[in-house]
């Protein structure tokens, strides 16, 4: 009988240890799929102060910095599985296509950019999903366009025509308005804060057609109009010099005094 019970806690023994081993190698398994899944790139080029950076990309959050370097530092983590990336710079500008370089295939993971670009750059993003994010530009362009689900946030800006446009997400712009600028912001369901210094000149037409949620804090003054049942605001702030377009379909609208 002992020798039975002897021979039946061994076998408990064994179990409990292969049990052991296979719980352990799984996590191991998981750690190591992990960090295979993620990969870095990592390029840079020299670059003129006036630069143009195009970059399309398909998923993932892409951030642009300004910076006092005549550089064009591009960083990416790529979710597997990993995207290729083909930059190209032609005759002045940083060329990204995540999009074109990938065509054929249907699954490709995020690809997350940090990208750093001389200040006076003129900066063209776009992507299908994700958030969109400039600070510190200052050149003739910012332009961002996300086709589907994502945030734009623009901050510290002074650049002479700015485009940032979404389906579902917000918009935040915090920067100047310029004499002769165009400043459009386009959502179809979301919040779009605009940010900009009490005397900025511009002539604002807003318009939230489904909520009618249009606040202009501290530039309602006598020269908006409030049109069309509330659901559009025409007007016009200082000189009037820059053109100030701002939609919303399902969303608000705010101003902001910077």
């Known amino acids: 009988m002992s020798l039975k019970l002897g021979q039946s806690l061994g076998s408990s023994a064994i179990?409990?240890?292969?049990?052991?081993?296979s719980v352990v190698f799984f996590f191991v398994s998981i750690a190591a799929s992990g960090a295979l899944a993620q990969k870095r790139f990592s390029k840079t080029y020299p670059a003129s102060?006036?630069?143009?950076?195009q970059l399309t990309?398909?998923?993932?959050?892409?951030?642009v910095e300004g910076w006092n370097r005549d550089q064009v530092q591009i960083s990416a983590y790529l979710e597997a599985p990993a995207a290729n990336i083909v930059p190209q710079s032609l005759s002045g500008t940083i060329l990204i296509n995540v999009v074109k370089d990938n065509q054929g295939r249907n699954e490709v993971g995020n690809v997350n950019f940090t990208?750093?670009?001389p200040y006076t750059s003129s900066v063209d993003i776009e992507t299908r999903v994700g958030n969109l994010n400039v600070s510190n530009v200052r050149g003739g362009l910012v332009r961002a366009n996300i086709s589907s689900e994502g945030d734009i946030t623009l901050t510290d800006i002074a650049a002479s025509n700015v485009s940032a446009e979404n389906v579902i997400g917000d918009i935040f712009f915090d920067g100047t308005i310029q004499s002769g600028g165009n400043y459009r912001f386009v959502s179809m369901r979301g919040n779009i804060n605009?940010?900009?210094p009490f005397d900025a000149g511009f002539k604002l037409v807003a318009t939230a057609p489904s909520t009618r949620n249009i606040s202009l804090g501290a530039f309602n003054g006598g020269t908006m109009n409030v049109?069309?049942?509330?659901?559009?605001v025409i007007g016009r702030n200082g000189d009037g010099g820059a053109t100030l377009t701002v939609t919303n379909q399902r969303g608000s609208i705010a101003l902001i005094r910077r």
């Open 57 to 63: 990309n398909r998923s993932g959050t892409v951030t």
């Open 194 to 196: 605009v940010r900009i």
């Open 227 to 232: 049109v069309k049942d509330g659901r559009r």
């Open 15 to 21: 179990i409990k240890t292969t049990a052991l081993f």
């Open 115 to 117: 990208v750093r670009v």
């Open 49 to 53: 102060k006036t630069v143009r950076l």
